[in-house]
């Protein structure tokens, strides 16, 4: 066996695999990470989350009950257990799954808005725009902890300077911190003051990509400033909008530090503030539950937008 | 543990593809899956999968842990034993372990105390995860006593009558503050499981000058040691405000928060003769098969009364014989150390804390001889009480204790540790070193005590608070109920929900939390 013939039979071996073959064996590694790293774990989630919780024994779940664990949370026959019901539509402001999607939809569209808005002034040339945009990334520079305590010390009472002008005006209670209305709001906007910086990035990173002569040919073809942004930028940008709407929004479903330094848990209870309680109070079963539906609703939504963005990349091509 | 994939690069990823294909000679040509969705899948499948978090089973603890087990001679090689417990601890670790030496521990044993947080459910957690996963180390645990008893009954921790002699076992049961050793024990066998270290006793602490500059004398009333009612405190208290011209009156704990439901809240209820299970014999169960007892109209009284020191008693839900607008609505905010602050600033002049705060504000450059210590005010006596162990100056016990971890590679010297731990030398070093309340009650009453700096000027006020402590109800469900509770009563206390209204939801859902066990 000749030596070159040793060297070339990897290449032979490759080349006689189809298009699909060759793209799953490069991702094979992939897999073989994510099977370690994700996909176990999920998985061992899942299967703890089919056992009932053990208070009182030594071993750390109880018997194996199928998804009864699931259908108790879902029909609300674990509320006492929680702290605040896992749903409960009469009630969306102090139940964890309406409070994770007012959270989700209002903060990354705020985001979302803002940083368009200001990634459309930082496009334009103007002096001490680099100024300007150190500015903006700051608040995403800041720790989460720091962020809630800025924002636990704006609303905090006897020390807070926001508290009691808002709570004259009636935009807020007395004790904003320990009402779950008003500590979603503030949580809101804390985020909103954090985020919009990453919003802005990403999409500023969409306009610069896009070809500055299309405009000439706009304004040539007497395109008015609105034409020119509803015809050129909206639909160029609109994937990196996307792309920058879809992981805000796993993070923001994914919301905790934030709560637990402003407010708490019991006050804004979130899913994952869910899954972090019942988990301290030892109910595993329940826990792991919470995270699954919890994964369950971020990955069903991710789907969404992955099958609805190929599609429109599918019509654009 | 979370991850997160994506579909990055896909285009140059395509491109790159594509020209190697063309390298090697494949045809490059339609395929049944495009190499884009193909990509985007596996993207949308990393990202699905990623989201999961992590929870993973232990496994379990020891099983039951029965008969006595022959720990062996300590080792005369030298032993460093790991002993989780506070950065308190871990500052003064050269006289902690001096003080256990000369309490009998053998001088060849070490100990090197782990600094940890001091946010009691953090360190809660971490226990329950290094014990669960059969962790050898730390060899002793420093346990809150609001939450031993889980340990207990999940047999997380170890059995110390399997280890220390019948006598030590009987000097704690005999000689320490019963309510506090009932925390330490199995509720259902009646077995030591931890050992007392050191005991939590809330008291009222005020500005003694403030007092006397208006007119009151608390030595001459005794204000120390006979406890006054909570209507006369709201008058005295609503009197020295408006003669020293002062905002707040009176501060103490009612944020959304453990400290609210084992503590503040439960010392006004049992002040008032209320009670989350009927007596103190139904504390630590059993689960289940006890009345809950917190929708009775002593409780609702004492919402009204706290409503009152806060809103004043012109709002709805208050009493009208109490003075009102003694308390800033900022309570509802706050824990121990935000409570604590405006009363440290001097803004002040009654303040609910525990042991440590004495500490802060009696010290010489704080208030020094200025501050005045008495015991909770009550509502009714404990003869006008229903329930056992409720009526009068009732203070929410807390404290800590020592714990064996039983998987222990260093046993004997872990028993050595904890057997000096009893001793009464022992004890007054830890109170001498950090102020750690003894949790025998002869101890309080001896003048060693009395001449520790600070804190041995009050002990005629803790010594009040040790008779009248009362434990939280700590069983397998209280964490549960625990928060049900503080958000229930801050929100009655705001005057979000009426209180027959708040108690009559909170009834139902304690209730149900008491069948889920």
């Known amino acids: 066996m000749s030596l070159a013939s040793v060297v070339s039979r990897p290449a032979n071996w490759t080349e006689r695999l189809s298009e699909t073959q060759f793209a799953y064996l490069m991702l094979v590694p992939v897999f073989l990470l994510l099977g370690v790293i994700a996909i176990w774990p999920l998985l061992s989630t899942f299967r703890l989350s089919l056992f009932a919780d053990n208070l009182t024994g030594a071993s750390t779940v109880g018997e194996f009950v199928g998804l009864q664990n699931y259908v108790e949370l879902l029909t609300g026959q674990r509320e006492a257990i929680l702290p605040r019901p896992f749903i409960d539509l009469s009630q969306p402001f102090r139940s964890a799954l309406p409070v994770t999607l007012i959270f989700a939809v209002v903060s990354v569209l705020l985001e979302t808005l803002l940083g368009f808005a200001a990634a459309l002034v930082l496009d334009q040339e103007f002096r001490g725009r680099r100024w300007f945009r150190v500015a903006l990334i700051l608040p995403w520079a800041v720790p989460i902890v720091i962020q809630g305590m800025i924002f636990y010390l704006m609303f905090a009472p006897g020390i807070g300077f926001a508290t009691d002008p808002l709570s004259a005006w009636g935009i807020f209670g007395e004790t904003p911190l320990t009402n779950s209305f008003d500590s979603l709001a503030i949580i809101i906007i804390a985020d909103v003051w954090k985020t919009t910086a990453f919003m802005t990035l990403l999409i500023l990173a969409g306009l610069q990509s896009i070809d500055r002569s299309l405009y000439e040919v706009g304004r040539v073809a007497g395109a008015s400033k609105w034409q020119q942004f509803k015809m050129i930028t909206l639909p160029l940008v609109l994937p990196a909008v996307l792309v920058a709407m879809l992981f805000r929004s796993i993070n923001a479903m994914r919301v905790f530090g934030l709560i637990e330094t402003v407010s708490d848990c019991g006050t804004v209870p979130s899913l994952s503030c869910m899954v972090v309680s019942s988990f301290s109070s030892g109910r595993y079963g329940t826990s792991a539950a919470i995270a699954f539906l919890t994964a369950a609703i971020i990955g069903g939504a991710v789907m969404i937008y992955i099958v609805q963005f190929a599609r429109g990349q599918a019509e654009v091509i | ?517």
């Open chain 2, 1 to 517: 543990m979370a991850q997160r994939g994506g579909d990055r690069n896909r285009r140059g990823g395509d491109e790159r593809r594509r020209q190697y294909a063309r390298t090697i000679g494949t045809d490059g040509g339609p395929s049944s899956v495009s190499r884009r969705r193909f990509v985007e899948a596996a993207g949308a499948a990393g990202i699905v999968a990623g989201l999961g978090g992590c929870i993973t089973s232990n496994g379990g603890g020891g099983g039951a842990q029965e008969g006595e087990i022959d720990v062996g001679e300590v080792p005369d090689e030298p032993i460093t034993l790991q002993w989780a417990a506070s950065e308190q601890e871990a500052g003064q670790s050269d006289k902690i372990v001096s003080a256990l030496h000369e309490a009998g521990m053998p001088e060849n044993i070490d100990i090197n105390f782990l600094s940890g947080g001091n946010v009691t459910s953090d360190r809660q957690n971490q226990y329950e995860q290094w014990l669960a996963a059969d962790r050898e180390k730390p060899d002793l645990l420093r346990m809150d006593n609001g939450w031993t008893i889980p340990f207990i009954v999940r047999d997380r921790i170890l059995n110390l009558e399997r280890v220390l002699s019948d006598e030590t076992v009987d000097r704690v049961k005999n000689n320490y503050f019963e309510m506090s050793v009932q925390t330490a024990m199995d509720p259902q066998e009646n077995t030591l499981h931890a050992i007392p270290l050191w005991m939590g006793l809330p008291t009222m602490q005020y500005r003694k000058d403030l007092v006397e500059q208006a007119g009151y004398d608390p030595d001459g009333q005794n204000w120390a040691t006979e406890s006054m009612s909570w209507q006369r405190f709201s008058e005295i208290t609503a009197d020295v405000m408006q003669q020293q011209g002062m905002n707040y009156g009176y501060t103490f704990q009612a944020d959304v928060y453990a400290g609210l439901s084992c503590c503040d809240f439960n010392e006004f209820m049992s002040g008032w003769g209320g009670a989350y299970f009927g007596g103190v014999e139904n504390l630590f169960g059993p689960i289940g098969d006890r009345p809950v007892t917190i929708n009775e109209p002593p409780v609702h009284d004492s919402i009204r009364m706290v409503r009152t020191f806060i809103h004043g008693s012109n709002a709805p839900n208050t009493l009208n014989q109490y003075a009102g607008n003694i308390a800033p609505v900022s309570v509802l905010n706050w824990t121990e150390q935000s409570s604590m602050r405006p009363f440290s600033n001097g803004e002040t002049i009654m303040h609910r804390n525990w042991p440590y705060s004495i500490n802060v504000n009696g010290a010489p450059d704080a208030f020094g001889e200025n501050l005045g210590v008495m015991p909770i005010p009550y509502a009714v006596s404990a003869d006008e009480a229903e329930y056992a162990g409720t009526g009068g100056p009732v203070a929410a016990l807390g404290g800590w204790h020592v714990a064996i971890n039983p998987n222990t590679q260093n046993m004997a010297a872990a028993v050595a540790a904890v057997e000096a731990a009893t001793k009464d030398s022992f004890n007054f070093a830890l109170f001498e070193i950090l102020g750690q309340i003894p949790p025998k009650p002869d101890l309080l009453d001896t003048q060693r005590a009395r001449d520790v700096p600070v804190m041995g000027r009050y002990m005629d006020a803790l010594q009040v608070a040790g008779q009248n402590a009362i434990a939280r109800p700590v069983t397998v469900v209280w964490p549960d109920q625990s928060r049900q509770v503080a958000q229930a009563v801050n929100s009655a206390y705001a005057g979000d929900v009426a209180p027959e209204q708040a108690m009559a939801d909170l009834e139902q859902t304690m209730e149900q939390i008491e069948e889920s066990a």
